[in-house]
């Protein structure tokens, strides 16, 4: 049974800090892995994606893949009001077309 | 582009009826991956078509079913609704490309099914 792990939050951050978004899955063949953002109301929407060990930024956004470990994080620096909302990680096992969500993290940003 | 396009938005049903809810991939893209999201269970996995045949299954009963037209679009079904089938149906494309873009999904807004 594969199993992607999130803590549901929520995480409160300030106005301007940085905000860790964290992901343990469970299984070693996984290859690919999504952070995708979820507003209130709204549809899943890709902000990241990661294939290998390492750290890959995008602007604001840094997501680190640890595959000894298996974790995969999210960094949003100077996070702002507008980051507020459910933050998906997703992965997939290597072959597989079908990935395994987690159930996702609710973070706040207050001024 | 156009993007995935779901209708319709926001259904009500009553227990035993059925409902069928329809999506347009994205110009190109050939697999169609549909979800149920509910506050409880988050996204779960119920079934993805390609090339019109569908190729990969989750957990949820028969009464659940798909079906991908010759044109990409997909169409899923759910008979016999239950209370508890309450929830919003997401459906997803894909392009299946090389690894810079494999296995990125791009979301519809959703079907947002209430079942009285």
């Known amino acids: 049974q594969k199993e992607v792990e999130q803590n549901s939050g929520p995480l409160s951050v300030p106005e301007g800090a940085i905000a860790s978004l964290n992901c343990t899955y469970s299984?070693?063949?996984?290859?690919?892995f999504f952070w995708y953002r979820q507003y209130s109301g709204k549809s899943p929407e890709l902000i990241m994606s990661?294939?290998?060990?390492g750290d890959k930024e995008d602007g604001r956004f840094t997501a680190q893949l640890n595959k000894a470990s298996q974790y995969v994080s999210l960094l949003i620096r100077d996070s702002q009001p507008s980051d507020s909302a459910t933050y998906l990680c997703?992965?997939?096992?290597?072959?597989?077309?079908?990935?395994?969500f987690g159930r996702g993290t609710s973070l706040i940003v207050h001024p | 582009k156009a993007g995935v396009t779901q209708t319709p938005r926001y259904l009500i049903k009553t227990r035993g009826q059925q409902v069928t809810l329809s999506c347009s991939p994205i110009?190109?893209?050939?697999?169609v991956s549909w979800y149920q999201q509910t506050p409880g269970q988050g996204l779960q996995f119920l079934f993805e078509?390609?090339?019109?045949?569908?190729?990969n299954k989750g957990n949820f009963p028969g009464r659940f079913s798909g079906r991908q037209f010759s044109n990409s679009r997909s169409e899923m079904n759910v008979s016999t609704l239950e209370l508890g089938d309450s929830a919003l149906y997401l459906c997803?494309?894909?392009?299946?490309?090389?690894?810079?873009?494999?296995?990125?999904?791009?979301f519809g807004a959703g079907s947002r099914l209430t079942v009285l």
């Open positions: 299984d070693r063949g996984s290859q690919s």
């Open positions: 997703a992965v997939n096992e290597g072959g597989s077309y079908i990935p395994t």
């Open positions: 078509y390609f090339s019109e045949t569908q190729r």
């Open positions: 110009s190109g893209h050939r697999s």
């Open positions: 990661i294939y290998s060990n």
């Open positions: 997803a494309s894909s392009n299946q490309g090389g690894l810079s873009g494999a296995n990125v999904l791009t």
